[in-house]
């Protein structure tokens, strides 16, 4: 058969949350905010975050040997190893490598993906476009973050906020939370992983259509100021007390663009693909606030059965969003063997777009 008439499916789905909920009363001990606030604007109940000293690869590992175990296979059993994240255990090298030293692989290739948000999504498509080829038979995408390492706050504080240590919180670092306080709500840490791998029965599963787009000129709109080589030194003590190393966030415009893009990415795929919105089964959507993703199923009309969200208990997780929702939708029988699944998000860059699969 030839390379053109493979497709790719997803073989199968891993995911991992590290154990230490943190609910938005135990975010309210060290930053002025309070559940009353968060919930209604974004949909956000509590999150996951990881001990000190653990970083991106380890728990990709984990929801990387998830979706293995998943699909009965081991790491021998993989062509190339794919890294989406924004928060890299390392400046470099990419945590790629890191993960595939992990799981024992010494020669497997991995490739670093730096597209934040739609990280994952820009995977699934490198992974799609890799497999057709005939490159690759399979490949193990995974998105990780550790936003946690971007929270500046000292471990005293932690034990504060884990009610680990006696309150109340130091003055200092309640004000200085409390100015990162729209950003710091959102974010959550986790990890998932997909193992991809060629199709060439003709049964018509696997990834029909991608449509991914960059507009650079609205890089501004979210980013991190501090650190990077545009910058001689590329990290001083300075950007770390003006809070340089915080992302930037214009929340409103981003809001709006995710909510304008998004369901405008979806109509193009299925058209891309000659499929009716009335077809798919579910969609899938990158969870940066349940706000968003409401107005994206509103303005598309669809109904609650074919959306599912989980912000509400990991919050913003950037690259391991898709494979989560993925992952737990599966689990819940939202989606299985023969579905039509749409994945849709919007990021920093701005990158975006969507993409389509019969399951
Ligand atoms: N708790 C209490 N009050 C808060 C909090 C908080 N956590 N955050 C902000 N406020 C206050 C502000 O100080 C402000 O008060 P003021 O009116 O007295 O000045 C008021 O609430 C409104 O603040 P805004 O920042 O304008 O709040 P907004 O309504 O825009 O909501 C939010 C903020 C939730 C971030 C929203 O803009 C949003 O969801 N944006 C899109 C999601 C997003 O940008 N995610 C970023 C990451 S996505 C990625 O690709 C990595």
């Known amino acids: 058969m030839s390379a053109t008439q493979r497709t790719t499916v997803i073989r199968s789905s891993g995911s991992y949350l590290p154990p230490q909920v943190v609910t938005n009363e135990m975010l309210s001990r060290i930053m002025d905010t309070t ?13 996951r975050f990881v001990m000190p000293g653990v970083g991106p690869a380890e728990i990709a590992e984990h929801a990387a040997r998830a ?15 794919v890294f989406a994240t924004m928060t890299p255990d390392h400046y470099f090298p990419g945590s790629g490598g890191l993960l595939a030293a992990r799981l024992g692989m010494s020669t497997t290739p991995a490739l670093d993906i730096r597209m934040q948000c739609a990280g994952f999504l820009s995977g699934l498509q490198t992974a799609d476009a890799f497999i057709r080829s005939g490159a690759f038979d399979r490949v193990l995408l995974v998105g990780a973050e550790v936003h946690s390492g971007l929270m500046p706050w000292p471990e005293s ?8 240590g006696d309150g109340p919180c130091d003055p200092y670092w309640y004000e200085r939370a409390s100015g990162m306080r729209d950003r710091a709500v959102l974010f959550g840490d986790g990890a998932g992983a997909m193992v991809l791998e060629a199709n060439e029965s003709g049964d ?12 650079g000129a609205h890089w501004d709109k979210l980013y991190v100021p501090g650190g990077g080589c545009k910058s001689r030194p590329y990290f001083t003590p300075a950007m770390f007390e ?3 190393t915080i992302p930037i966030v214009e929340g409103r415009q981003v809001f709006r663009l995710a909510s304008q893009l998004m369901p405008e990415a979806v109509r193009d795929v299925l058209a891309k693909t000659g499929h009716r919105l009335e077809e798919l089964d579910l969609l899938l959507m990158h969870q940066a606030n349940l706000r968003i993703n409401e ?36 689990e819940l029988g939202l989606a299985g063997p023969g579905s039509l699944v749409g ?17």
């Open 157 to 164: 504080v932690w034990d504060v906020m884990l009610g680990r």
């Open 295 to 330: 107005s994206v199923q509103k303005i598309l009309g669809l109904p609650d059965s074919k959306v599912f969200n989980n912000i509400q208990k990991y919050g913003n997780t950037t690259a391991a969003t898709l494979p989560l929702v993925y992952d737990e939708a599966v």
């Open 204 to 215: 018509g599963r696997g990834f029909l259509g991608f449509v991914m787009k960059t507009d």
């Open 67 to 81: 979706a293995l175990d998943a699909a009965g296979l081991t790491p021998a059993d993989i062509g190339l190893v």
């Open 343 to 359: 994945f849709t998000a919007l990021g920093a860059g701005l990158h975006w777009g969507a993409a389509i699969a019969r399951l």
């Open 35 to 47: 559940d009353e606030w968060i919930v209604p604007r974004t949909g956000i109940r509590e999150r």
């Open 242 to 244: 003006s809070l340089g």
